[in-house]
């Protein structure tokens, strides 16, 4: 059974670039999150998909929007790249949404640097 | 802002218990307390959560106070592959708020 993947595993862009990030969920499950997690720092929560429609979001701008298909799988998309969007983005799935019981599992992440 | 205080970093020798403190005093009656942990470039690992009452899996037990202000992560035999940043979270709904976590070293 395989768990959360994501692609690609490492990604160089430049300023003003935009980027697409993908992320298949564990087997079973329905919603997807994304984390952005800066060198030294824990994870921050970008927003959550369920049902295709992104149901909850964190303090990041309009430049970060995403896609979830009826698959499942979800895109992060980053527009007009700053350097400090440098940073490993986490892909977590889980099965229901709003539920506090349900466990988050993390895929390996994607490696972004802005030049 | 994350809703835990955790140790910036801790030692533990091999094959003893590490106990991971965590402060949560402002946890809500409904809120679980989770515990991941994160080993260098990789995704943050799943460990263990908990309400109210104390838990035990094959990774770790979960010890919560009575008044759920704070808890202990107990690893019972620690190894040379528990090295690595654990994160005490009070989940707020869907999402994990991750604070700076502690990173354990295991020392042999």
């Known amino acids: 059974d395989a768990g959360v993947t994501q692609s690609p595993t490492h990604l160089i862009k430049t300023r003003g670039q935009q980027v697409t990030l993908r992320c298949s969920p564990k087997?079973?499950?329905?919603?997807v999150s994304w984390y952005q997690q800066a060198l030294g720092q824990g994870p921050q929560f970008i927003f959550q998909y369920y049902e295709e429609e992104e149901r909850q979001r964190g303090n990041f701008p309009d430049r970060f929007s995403g896609h979830q298909f009826p698959n499942y799988s979800s895109e992060l998309n980053v527009n007009a790249l700053l350097l400090g969007d440098s940073a490993l983005y986490l892909c977590?799935?889980?099965?229901?949404?709003?539920?506090?019981?349900?466990?988050?599992?993390f895929g390996a992440g994607t490696r972004l640097s802005v030049l | 802002d994350a809703k835990t205080t955790q140790p910036t970093s801790m030692d533990c020798a091999e094959g003893r218990a590490a106990n991971l403190p965590c402060n949560h005093s402002?946890?809500?009656?409904?809120?679980?307390v989770y515990w991941y942990r994160q080993i260098h470039s990789q995704g943050p690992q799943y460990i263990i959560h908990g309400l109210k009452n104390n838990e035990t899996n094959e990774m770790a037990s979960l010890i919560i106070t009575e008044d759920r202000k704070s808890s202990t992560l107990i690893l019972p035999h620690a190894t040379l592959r528990d090295t690595a940043v654990y994160y005490c979270i009070v989940r707020a709904g869907g999402k994990l708020i991750f604070g700076q976590g502690t990173e354990l070293s295991v020392k042999p």
């Open positions: 087997s079973g499950h329905d919603t």
């Open positions: 977590a799935s889980s099965l229901g949404f709003g539920n506090t019981r349900d466990i988050q599992y």
């Open positions: 402002t946890i809500s009656g409904n809120e679980y």
